[in-house]
């Protein structure tokens, strides 16, 4: 099919515009990976920097030399293994239960769980009941309130729906219980959503900051989001405990672009494994035969 050429130059004009927003949104992204990779004689002689004459990784070894940059990755890294696998069980399972239609009360069930939708009690009682349950200054206060997303149990819940009832009275007669069938048939089946859900609760957990800025008053216990917010408030080593290996730091600007890459760069790179899972996933319920 030849195209006109008011076809051709809507497609030229659509191609410049999604191209000049691609080069704006990821100019940021390559600035900051820029700066962080450049010598600090050459970032304080030139300040700004498009494509580094020497190649640097100072500030890296900055940060990774220090114990409060390194413990707050564990604690991060704490945070979104621990707070994932225990929100995709808890998830996983109601979710499942909810869907099986001679559960009784499901139907009162679900009213709860949109009603949490809808309407969000907010902070003074979220943080009342932290208190309450004693969590105040522990990393547990990050995940046990947070460990089911009411939306993410109504979409979970549509993709056990479209699991054939025939699989499960399939696994009966074969001899399986109820936890059997679950754990040898269903969860089986179910990578898709999970391997998606459970993407969306790692990057979930790994950005916490404003509940770790409310509940977590040991600077020991930060994850690695509330000491960015620190380091690019004000980046000096007293910030991040002094380095034997340094002399002197840094530049502080360099310091705040490599924290911002290593902060990064996990969730880049789980993102590619879990891909093709992702693309199945996020349909999940989407469509039904």
Known sequence: MVKSFGDRLFNLCNVTLLGIVALLTFFPLYYVFIVSFTDPSEYLHKKFVLFPEV??????KYLLSTKSFLRSLGNSGFLATVGTACSLVVTASLAYALSRRRMRGRKWFMMAIVLTILFSPGIIPHYMLVRQLGLIN????L???ALASGWNVIL??????SIPVE???SASIDGCNEISTWVR???PLSLPALAAFGLFYAVGYWNQFFSALMYLNNSSKWPIQVLLQNILLNATSSDLGASDVFVQPPPAETLKMASVMVATAPILAVYPFLQKHFAK?????SVKG
């Open 167 to 169: 699989l499960e009275e």
């Open 281 to 285: 996933g996020a349909m999940v319920g």
């Open 156 to 161: 979970m819940r549509s993709f056990f729906d």
């Open 55 to 60: 190649w640097s990784v100072d500030s890296y």
């Open 185 to 187: 048939i269903i969860l």
């Open 143 to 145: 995940i046990l309130p």
């Open 138 to 141: 522990s990393v547990w206060a």
